[in-house]
Nanobody
């Protein structure tokens, strides 16, 4: 059973950067499609970015060109580099592992990102 722990959130000014980490245990994250999602108060959880086992990435239009998802299989960790942050990026960010059949197998506990204007 894979377990995920996010870290790296915090308070940053608009235009700043943060790097989120998602550390896995119990299984190799390389087996899964890994994703970052976010949820702002009063909103539904939304997809931010995904990365396949082969390294193919996908991004929400709202973050394209600003965020980069990557994975380090040796460290069993997935990252989300967030640049040029905007106040509307403020949310709790969650890491997710899915099978290639799109079945969700694990969520992290979330890490809060707050961007001040």
């Amino acid at each position: 059973q894979v377990q995920l722990v996010e870290s790296g959130g915090g308070l940053v000014q608009a235009g700043g950067s943060l790097r989120l980490s998602c550390a896995g245990s119990g299984s190799m994250l390389s087996f899964f499609v890994m994703g970052w999602y976010r949820q702002a108060p009063g909103n539904q959880r939304e997809l931010v970015a995904t990365i396949s086992s082969g390294g193919i990435t996908n991004y929400a239009d709202s973050v394209k060109g600003r965020f980069t998802i990557s994975r380090d299989n040796a460290k069993n960790t997935v990252y989300l580099q967030m640049n040029s942050l905007k106040p509307e990026d403020t949310a709790a960010y969650y890491c997710n592992a899915r099978t290639i059949l799109n079945r969700s197998v694990s969520w992290g506990q979330g890490t809060q990102v707050t961007v001040s204007s």
